[in-house]
């Protein structure tokens, strides 16, 4: 039924528009879409979410935020850290609708439910993002962290590789592959000249490319152009 909607609505649409290049060209192929499809990005408040100097202590603290879900690969965080050095802890949300949470483990942590007022704060207190996610229309989240000058740790999959510099703002893996995770933490972990630098990067790039005033822009001339 949704599959139908989603034909007709293509039909009716006077312009189509979608949050990525994947999403356009998955919707393209999927739907047999003729018409041409008006990528604008997500763009994420950068005023809000901000990076601050981060202490070099002895504990690295990734965070997991999604839901706790194998969509999103909450599946792969306890063999991930099991090869992870003792000082490094994940730390993960459950996502707004969830109160479950993983097999106890003393270094994976449970934050429960964090409303989105509280989560540029969160941000700015951990060291990397974690997303071993399976698919993605845009992240939001991934958007966040980068704002918040996190280096990202991330499925090469879908719309991520738009969001994510490989080597320079993080590391893509291949979908599911628990070592190639582990490592990628683990060299950013050894680093923090490495986490500062590809941080920075990644705030550079929301600045460029990913601001809420650019996607809004975007959308008003949009708009404006049907007027």
Not at 84 to 107: A, C, F, M, W
Not at 113 to 135: A, Q, W
Not at 207 to 214: Q, R
Request: a positive charge.
């Amino acid at each position: 039924d949704l599959r139908l909607f989603h034909k007709l609505g293509v039909a009716r649409a006077d312009i189509l528009i979608a949050v990525s290049q994947f999403t356009a060209s998955l919707a393209t192929q999927d739907l047999d879409i003729k018409k041409p499809i008006k990528v604008i990005y997500n763009g994420v408040d950068e005023s809000q979410f901000t990076p601050k100097k981060r202490s070099v202590g002895k504990e690295i603290k990734v965070l997991f935020s999604g839901n706790l879900t194998r969509r999103k690969g909450a599946h792969l965080l306890l063999p991930i850290i099991d090869r992870l050095d003792k000082n490094i802890k994940i730390y993960y949300t459950s996502g707004l609708r969830e109160t479950s949470q993983l097999v106890n483990h003393p270094r994976l942590c449970a934050l429960g439910n964090i409303p989105h007022n509280k989560m540029p704060e969160l941000y700015r207190n951990m060291d990397i993002l974690l997303f071993p996610t399976v698919r993605e229309g845009h992240s939001i989240a991934v958007l966040e962290a980068m704002a918040s000058g996190l280096p990202v740790v991330a499925s090469n999959v879908a719309s991520l590789p738009e969001q994510i510099i490989h080597g320079q703002g993080g590391f893509l893996c291949t979908l599911g592959d628990i070592d190639a995770f582990a490592t990628a933490i683990q060299n950013l972990a050894d680093s923090s000249l490495l986490r500062e630098q590809w941080g920075l990067f990644n705030r550079v790039e929301v600045e460029g490319k990913f601001k809420l005033k650019t996607m809004i822009d975007n959308y008003q001339t949009l708009f404006d152009k049907m007027l």
